[in-house]
């Protein structure tokens, strides 16, 4: 059976989204809108990321999702900013459940691709050296980085 094991790109993306998701939410308490920009920048590095070379394929469509998630809300975002809601805290509309339904997904596929990814590191070589009385002693192991 072929061992797990995510690859650097894919952790690294997971690291971005999961900062800028954080700060995303403190953004919120302050105004929804304000989450604007957190989600345009979560869009181009899922984007982005879709294309790094040595990615697998299961990654590669985490990454789609997670885009093609992070651009309907906003989307959405922007749609709120054109209306006459502005704090989905006090009404309940379509619009402000739609938002609140696809910001709990994408914390999911982000908490169920990224820390997966952190435990399942890929492999590399690493050696270690010791010398004693004019003997040179070498010990390779494997490692997860």
Same mark, same amino acid.
């Given at each position: 059976? /072929? /061992?797990?094991?995510?690859?650097?790109?894919?952790?690294?993306?997971?690291?971005?989204?999961?900062? *800028?998701?954080?700060?995303?939410?403190? !953004?919120?308490?302050?105004?929804?809108?304000?989450?604007?920009? @957190? /989600?345009?920048?979560?869009? $181009?590095? =899922?984007?982005? +990321? @879709?294309? #790094?070379?040595? #990615?697998?394929? +299961?990654?590669?469509?985490?990454? *789609? $999702? #997670?885009? @093609?998630?992070?651009?309907?809300? =906003?989307?959405? !975002?922007?749609?709120?900013?054109?209306?006459?809601?502005?704090?989905?805290?006090?009404?309940? =509309?379509?619009?402000?459940?739609? @938002? !609140?339904? !696809?910001?709990?997904?994408?914390?999911?596929?982000?908490?169920? %691709?990224?820390?997966? %990814?952190?435990?399942?590191?890929?492999?590399?070589?690493?050696?270690?050296?010791?010398?004693?009385?004019?003997?040179?002693?070498? +010990?390779?192991?494997?490692? +997860?980085?």
């Amino acid at each position: 059976m /072929k /061992k797990l094991y995510s690859t650097k790109p894919n952790r690294n993306a997971g690291r971005v989204n999961a900062l *800028s998701e954080v700060t995303g939410c403190a !953004l919120k308490a302050i105004n929804p809108v304000a989450e604007l920009p @957190i /989600k345009v920048a979560q869009t $181009i590095n =899922s984007g982005f +990321h @879709i294309f #790094m070379p040595g #990615m697998k394929p +299961h990654e590669r469509a985490l990454q *789609s $999702i #997670m885009s @093609i998630l992070a651009l309907a809300q =906003s989307a959405l !975002l922007t749609a709120l900013l054109f209306t006459e809601e502005e704090d989905c805290g006090e009404t309940r =509309s379509d619009l402000c459940k739609t @938002i !609140l339904v !696809l910001g709990l997904v994408y914390q999911g596929l982000l908490a169920a %691709g990224w820390g997966p %990814g952190e435990i399942f590191k890929d492999e590399c070589v690493a050696g270690t050296v010791n010398v004693n009385d004019n003997t040179l002693n070498v +010990h390779v192991t494997t490692l +997860h980085v």
